[in-house]
């Protein structure tokens, strides 16, 4: 008899528990809000920076590895809001479509500069592409393509912050997916006093470099871009 109701009692009380667990959890679920991205980032290769009607240099394939992307605060220099860390790599579709890079979300808010770097990966920095190294050293950016017919390969392996001012501040709002747009323009990189670079001869790399770095003629730009047309809002 004892025996029986020990186990009696031990099926209440293992009741009692399911019955409070399974009540605590329903109204943890029912509490729980799900937040969504209000911030995207896109980006595109212009069509002005798409070949050249004589055809001296034409680009294939563009590559860039960049980290710490950054929204700044408007009016307040000290505070930024990270979009994406890295290091990742940036393929650039020279066919003027848009494509997409990633979303998240950030807080409400006015900003008015785009930041990231143009990072040349350490040592102890794992690769996400086997391309950014090789016996010579890492890279930051490498191209492909013809230079008066001829197959080339760029590396570069200058590190450079870029800071791109939007022309029109931004407004973030957190139940609204806001897109921002970085057009890239690579074929600029390869020009100098109005003349191509060829990219083959080493004595045009620091030339070729600082225009990377320097971002000569605005050859990266940001804007709002909604619709994701490649054109300001």
């Given at each position: 008899?004892?025996k029986f109701?020990?186990t009696?009692g031990f099926?209440v009380m293992?009741?009692?528990?399911v ?5 605590y959890?329903?109204?943890d679920?029912?509490?729980?809000t ?5 911030v995207s980032?896109s980006i595109?290769s212009s069509?002005d ?6 055809g001296?240099?034409?680009?294939d ?6 980290k ?9 220099i000290q505070d930024?809001?990270n ?9 650039l ?7 997409n890079i990633?979303s998240?979300?950030i807080?409400?808010g006015t900003?008015d500069k785009?930041?990231f770097?143009?990072h040349?990966?350490?040592d102890n920095?794992?690769?996400p592409d086997?391309e950014f190294?090789?016996a010579?050293?890492r890279?930051s950016?490498i191209?492909k393509g013809?230079?008066?017919?001829q197959y080339f390969?760029y ?5 450079a912050?870029?800071k791109?001012?939007f022309?029109?501040?931004?407004s ?14 690579p074929y600029?990189?390869?020009?100098k006093?109005g ?14 470099d ?7 003629k605005?050859?990266l ?6 619709d ?6």
């Open positions: 008899m004892t109701k020990l009696r099926l293992a009741l009692t528990a019955l409070f667990t399974t009540g959890y329903g109204c679920d029912s509490s729980v799900t937040e969504t991205d209000n980032l595109t069509k920076s798409i070949g050249d009607s004589q001296i240099l034409i680009l394939t563009v590559k860039i590895l960049i710490d992307i950054k929204l700044d605060v408007a009016s307040n930024s809001t979009f994406k860390t890295g290091p990742f790599v940036l393929f579709n020279l066919t003027s479509e848009v494509n990633g998240a979300i807080p409400e900003y785009l930041k770097e143009i040349k990966l350490n920095e794992p690769l086997p190294a090789d010579n050293g890279y950016v191209v013809r230079y008066l017919g390969v590396k570069s392996s200058k590190s912050h870029q791109l001012n022309q029109f501040s931004i973030v709002l957190s139940k609204t997916l806001s897109n921002i747009t970085l057009v890239a323009k600029i990189w390869f020009i006093n003349a191509y670079l060829d990219p083959r001869d080493p004595s045009n790399s620091n030339d070729i600082n225009n990377i770095k320097d971002n000569i605005n050859n730009k940001a804007f709002r871009d909604n994701k047309n490649g054109l300001p809002d």
